[in-house]
């Protein structure tokens, strides 16, 4: 007589990679949008402190 059971367990191995996996783009994803904040902040500092020093050369004032 054949033994049958009642799971697979090449299916729950799938399931359990899977889940692996989602936690690991699920990191990448937010590292880059940590990063993509980041790199925003420090453009926005940049260019304000180039406007700000651009105004203080056309006033005529020197830092």
Do not use: C, W
């Not at 059971?5 to 590292?31: E, R």
């Amino acid at each position: 007589m054949k033994k049958k059971f009642t799971f697979n367990t090449k299916g729950y191995i799938y399931p359990f990679v899977m889940v692996v996996y989602m936690l690991y783009l699920s990191l990448i994803a937010i590292y880059t949008a940590h990063f993509n904040i980041q790199l925003k902040t420090l453009d926005n500092i940049e260019s304000y402190y180039e406007k700000q020093i651009q105004i203080l050369l056309h006033k005529g004032r020197y830092f």
